[in-house]
């Protein structure tokens, strides 16, 4: 019974803070609702018996992601910009294909979305998850590492360009 | 979980709390005493004995000041970013084990831990890296150009030092095996046996693979607490107060605390991960309550001693620059640490330790 009411509220909270993300004007006000939607997001998976996931998700997202964003936001020094609208074609479409996007999931999710739990004891611990990601995922382990090379080489070469320029 | 669990854990968290929130009077007058005996003055010495009751007309006096929120100050985040800031440097102390468990006469065990949780060193570092919010949103919030750049640095800073924090972590839990706190104290109680002969207590900081990320581990606490030689956010001399310029009243009194609270957990740490926990050196603490009674005071010794390091360091190293913090942490620190857990998985792969 509690385990539903800690749901509820915390599930309450994720989606009130992912709303005042996308609908509040200050940038940085964006950020910190992010930040607290990922803890409430973390609440869940502790609710799904997987605490090192939640531990991971308040780390990298919470902790270490978002303070970047929010590093980059402070650094910009943005100010409240209200800006008028000036591609409506381009608007209107954005919002129909968020508003398909989320009608489309919500039906997924009623129609195919596992209401039951799978038997046997459900295991996520630091060293299952490891042994599971170096085993039977490792092919898609070594695509992301690959990928997050590139993008460091991006950034080396991004930020290495204008400092031979000025010497 | 019946009501004498739910007591018994009451306590804890009681004794924990309690310990924690007493931490910050006594951290103040310590370190004012202290700097006082460092740059040979008297320091305070007129409220109560020793100027012990400093602190508390301190207290008394933070909740008769005005309480301003500036004209051009985001008021709510304002006034949470100080609550932001105190909060996760509360909570930390639940997973941190602080004496032996020991046998009650009804049969049942007592941990001394609040959430034996399996993935404890992980909540830590969750808990810690969130305590940077309270810094950045106090910042910002303030509308103050000091206030901003005490913010902006204190989240590159965190950022930059948690790496090597958590890196360093990671060859205690190596050698433990485990994500849990108390494991990693158990793993400690043994002995190394050199020579055949000399008898050292398994602490991970004597140990020869464990040392160095003893050092960094111990740097990059003081740097995730902004400590002096590391205390940017603040840098009195650049930003007036950093963060806390526009702060007045118990708002100011909130991050004042937080500071002191999170040193307190930090030397929880350092002594949990590095310098054996709660385990007494040559000595087999019985399971009962002496035996518990005992560990809890060397664990509460342990913590006082790093409490007086963090206290001792501010008032003998000056602050540093702020390019030589960002290149030492990134260019030593977080290689020095990598290079650690090659050292020890080769020594745990030798079957060394």
Request: aromatic fraction near 16%; hydrophobic fraction near 60%.
């Amino acid at each position: 019974m509690i385990e539903y009411a800690v749901f509820f509220f915390f599930a309450a909270v994720a989606v009130i803070f992912a709303l005042m993300v996308v609908l509040h004007r200050n940038p940085v006000v964006g950020a910190l609702a992010l930040v607290a939607s990922f803890f409430a997001l973390a609440v869940m998976y502790v609710l799904l018996e997987a605490p090192f996931l939640a531990a991971l998700q308040v780390i990298v997202y919470a902790g270490a992601i978002m303070v970047l964003f929010l590093f980059v936001i402070m650094l910009l020094n943005l100010q409240k910009q209200r800006e008028e609208p000036t591609r409506p074609l381009q608007q209107f479409l954005g919002y129909a294909g968020s508003a398909a996007f989320g009608i489309g999931l919500v039906y997924y999710l009623s129609k195919y979305a596992v209401m039951e739990l799978p038997a046997g004891p459900f295991i996520a611990d630091a060293r299952t998850v490891g042994i599971r990601l170096f085993e039977a995922y490792i092919f898609p382990f070594e695509m992301v590492s690959i990928l997050l090379l590139a993008a460091i080489v991006g950034a080396l070469l991004l930020s290495g360009v204008r400092t031979e320029e000025r010497t | 979980m019946d009501r004498t669990d739910v007591a018994l854990e009451a306590l804890k968290i009681a004794i924990v709390l309690g310990a924690l929130l007493n931490v910050t009077p006594i951290m103040v007058w310590v370190e004012r005493r202290g700097s006082a005996m460092i740059q040979d003055r008297l320091g305070p010495n007129r409220v109560g004995p020793f100027g012990l009751f400093q602190s508390l007309a301190d207290a008394a006096k933070f909740f008769f000041k005005e309480d301003i929120v500036p004209a051009g100050a985001n008021r709510w985040l304002y006034t949470i970013a100080p609550m932001f800031g105190l909060i996760p440097a509360l909570t930390t102390i639940a997973v941190v084990p602080w004496g032996r468990p020991f046998v009650l006469r009804s049969g049942r065990v007592f941990e001394p831990i609040v959430a034996d949780v399996n993935v404890g060193i992980l909540v830590i570092f969750a808990l810690a890296s969130l305590s940077v919010y309270g810094i950045v949103t106090a910042g910002w919030s303030s509308n103050n150009k000091y206030s901003l750049f005490g913010g902006i640095r204190a989240s590159a800073q965190m950022i930059s030092y948690e790496l090597s924090l958590t890196l360093a972590a990671i060859s205690a839990l190596m050698v433990a095996g485990s994500l849990r706190l108390t494991d990693v104290v158990w793993k400690q109680t043994g002995y190394f046996v050199l020579f055949g002969t000399i008898k050292l207590p398994a602490w991970n900081v004597l140990s020869p693979a464990m040392w160095l990320s003893f050092i960094v581990f111990t740097v990059s606490a003081f740097a995730e607490t902004n400590r002096l030689p590391f205390d940017f956010a603040e840098a009195e001399a650049e930003l007036v107060a950093g963060y806390h310029t526009e702060y007045s009243s118990m708002k100011f009194a909130l991050f004042f605390m937080s500071e002191y609270i999170a040193m307190a957990t930090m030397s929880a740490l350092i002594t949990t991960l590095f310098l054996g926990g709660w385990d007494i050196p040559w000595y087999n603490e019985p399971p009962t309550f002496v035996g518990f009674l005992l560990s809890a005071i060397a664990f509460l010794v342990k913590v006082s001693f790093l409490l007086f390091i963090f206290v001792w360091i501010r008032w003998t190293i000056p602050r540093l620059k702020y390019d030589i913090l960002m290149r030492v942490g990134w260019k030593v620190f977080l290689p020095l640490a990598f290079v650690n857990i090659v050292l020890v998985a080769f020594f745990i792969a030798r079957r060394w330790i």
